[in-house]
């Protein structure tokens, strides 16, 4: 296998992610890892609401990712979207593919005709019926629109749709079990987001099992809020009873809510097959960096549980990240370089992109062709046709002329009638003043509400405000849309509280009113206190209301 770079892109609730690995045969690299935050009700639940935020941030990703490419591989984890693992009789696949579409009514209560469905075989049958076991996925197709629409308005190229909880086991393979070999039974990868859980399981190395769910308290705490460490719970596995107790009582629920939502997702696996038992659980996403929840799990589980790792050798040096901001991430990108691995699994490629999303593409592929072989026949009559181009050139330079002369007198003209020009040079003026207040900008309450935000721990450093020119019509007061772009903001703060403190200085801040796409661009650590370096832009949330209160053109 010729050595290739693969990029995958992940759209979470709170923030675009992206990495690129290089795979050269067995041997793979990740080289660069970015992520931009969204506006909060920009994706809800694993499904993009607002697909002009999400694009925005999607290329301020690339503006700051160093990303080779703009060809990318998206993760889907909505709640209409499902991974199982089915056996269906011998058939051509052609036959196959219309049967599965039939079957998914079993597990996603939406029409046939509203679903995208693909499949990938594997290993082993049923050596009396003959069987085939094969891997079905399959989303409701308005979810997947939204999510290539936000992509496509980036300017990036979809080359696979894969399931966010697929890329999850992709991504941490080479786990061991407890005992130190390959895993035998069943192993669950937990992926702990803003507001979804993911759970994949895998039986034997094979994926059997994906579910996604919400979280049941989305009013409590953020998943990167700290909790204390002597949160306990004390039910076990199989116990129906939830007993959690912390100082915090919604940080308390948060937890709570996380711990019950994957052990009924095991218990229901576990009581649809009969047989099987887990080994061990395995955490990753941004709710993993909770202190205790790795503990909390194990006790109510019953079953080893530990952070997930990243199996890849680490560009480093391209990868340019502090050791704090290493760490971080090291919680956050197992789902997008999942992505970016697609295709190397022993299963195949299923993919959720649209029939017809592919069909078009190859027909705009026929058409440049097409248009080549015409750009060939072209140069080739081009000699003949050069004497009637140099006619036609002479003919549009004279009229050009005539048009030259024509505009001159029409200035005269103008000029003439100057005086009925007044009044509405009077009004134009009038608006001007309008217009130099309409972008007014509240800069002592914005740095006031900044200030507030900060969390304990963390101190504002110096704070550059710049405000970027707008331009509108040429008549009348400039008006904004709600959320175009103002301004912009460079800031560092400092804590001693490592990446906790940063995680929760990026959701805060984030949280401002005005301001959008946060970017932490470094942090360092220097004699236990870690300094923070982050722009973002500035929305219309930070202009006065001193322009609404003007006159306007009565005056």
């Known amino acids: 296998m010729s050595k290739r770079m693969s990029i995958g892109l992940d759209i979470g609730s709170s923030a675009v992610r992206a990495a690129e690995v290089m795979i050269d045969g067995d041997r793979k690299v990740l080289r660069r890892f970015a992520q931009v935050g969204l506006p909060a009700g920009a994706v809800i639940e694993g499904e993009v609401r607002d697909r002009e935020a999400v694009a925005t941030a999607i290329k301020r990703l690339w503006q700051h990712g160093r990303f080779s490419s703009k060809k990318v591989i998206v993760g889907l984890g909505s709640q209409r979207a499902m991974v199982r693992q089915v056996e269906m009789p011998p058939m051509p696949d052609s036959e196959l593919r219309s049967a599965l579409r039939l079957k998914i009514g079993e597990f996603l209560p939406i029409p046939v005709e509203q679903a995208v469905v693909d499949f990938a075989p594997l290993p082993g049958a049923d050596g009396a019926t003959g069987e085939r076991r094969l891997l079905l996925v399959a989303a409701q197709r308005d979810v997947i ?34 005992g130190g070999g390959p895993s035998g039974g069943l192993e669950a990868v937990v992926g702990i987001g803003a507001d979804l859980i993911t759970v994949a399981v895998r039986d034997g190395g094979a994926p059997r099992f994906m579910r996604t769910v919400a979280l049941t308290n989305p009013g409590g705490p953020s998943v990167n809020d700290p909790l204390s460490p002597a949160v306990t719970p004390g039910d076990r596995f199989r116990s129906t009873a939830r007993s959690v107790t912390a100082p915090v009582v919604g940080a308390a629920q948060r937890l709570e809510s996380i711990v019950g939502e994957v052990r009924s997702s095991l218990e229901y696996l576990l009581s649809q097959s009969g047989t099987g038992h887990f080994e061990q659980v395995l955490l990753t996403g941004g709710g993993a960096m909770l202190p205790g929840v790795t503990e909390a799990l194990s006790t109510s589980l019953g079953l080893p549980v530990k952070l997930a ?29 999942g992505l970016a691995l697609w295709g190397t699994d022993t299963y195949g490629k299923p993919s959720l992109l649209p029939p017809e999303v592919a069909a078009k593409r190859q027909q705009i592929k026929v058409m440049q062709g097409a248009a080549a072989a015409v750009l060939v026949v072209v140069g080739a009559l081009g000699m003949t046709s050069f004497t009637k181009i140099e006619s036609a050139h002479r003919i549009s330079t004279q009229i050009s002329s005539y048009h030259t002369s024509a505009a001159a007198f029409q200035v005269k003209i103008d000029g003439l009638g100057y005086v009925l020009k007044i009044p509405a040079e009077v009004q134009s003026r009038r608006l001007l003043a309008v217009e130099a207040l309409s972008g007014d900008i509240d800069w002592i309450g914005f740095v ?13 450093g ?4 710049a405000e970027t020119e707008a331009t509108g019509p040429g008549v009348g007061p400039l008006v904004l849309a709600p959320g175009s772009v103002v301004g912009s903001l460079t800031m560092t703060a400092t804590t001693n509280g490592g990446a906790p403190a940063v995680a929760q200085f990026i959701d805060r801040v984030s949280r401002v009113k005005g301001i959008f796409a946060l970017w932490v661009s470094s942090t360092t650590n220097a004699a236990g206190v870690t300094t923070i370096q982050a722009t973002a832009e500035l929305t219309t949330g930070v202009l006065s209301a001193r322009a609404a209160a003007l006159p306007g053109g009565n005056k």
């Open 462 to 465: 110096s704070i550059t405000l």
């Open 309 to 337: 790792e990243l199996p890849l050798e680490i560009d480093h040096k391209e990868l340019g990240l502090e050791k704090d901001a290493l760490d971080e991430a090291s919680y956050r990108w197992l789902s997008v370089v």
């Open 448 to 460: 006031t509400r900044l200030d507030a935000a900060m969390p304990p721990g963390v101190k504002a």
């Open 145 to 178: 629109s939204d999510e290539l629409g936000a992509v496509g308005a980036a300017g990036l190229s979809v080359v696979a749709v894969d399931s966010s909880s697929l890329a999850l086991l992709r991504a941490v393979a080479g786990q061991k079990s407890p």
